[in-house]
């Protein structure tokens, strides 16, 4: 059973960066296509971005474009966000799992930007 674990959230002001982290145990990760989902509050989670085993990435929130970049460290199971500029309505829980959502959710990290 594959584990996630994210961290890096915190609180921030407008226009700062956060460097989100998620480490995922069993070897899933290193087949599959990762991405990082956000959920704010009172809505629905959404697909952020994507990024495959072999570097490639996707971007599927217009908002976060410029601003948000995946990337992963296939040697430490590792897959990372950096958002830059952040704004109040990047406050959410961010979550990672696989493309298609097939590993177990793990319990996200919170993100607030507020001032």
């Known amino acids: 059973q594959v584990q996630l674990v994210e961290s890096g959230g915190g609180l921030v002001q407008p226009g700062g960066s956060l460097r989100l982290s998620c480490a995922a145990s069993?070897?899933?990760?290193?087949?599959?296509?990762m991405a990082w989902y956000r959920q704010p509050p009172g809505k629905q989670r959404e697909l952020v971005e994507h990024?495959?085993?072999?570097?490639?990435?996707?971007n599927y929130a217009d908002s976060v474009k410029g601003r948000f970049t995946i990337s992963r460290d296939s040697a430490k199971n590792t897959v990372f966000l950096q958002m830059n500029n952040l704004k109040p309505e990047d406050t959410a829980v961010y979550y990672c799992?696989?493309?298609?959502?097939?590993?177990?959710w793990g319990q996200g990290t919170q993100v607030t930007v507020s001032s």
């Open positions: 069993g070897t899933i990760f290193s087949i599959n296509t």
């Open positions: 799992n696989t493309i298609s959502g097939s590993a177990q």
């Open positions: 990024i495959t085993t072999s570097g490639r990435f996707r």
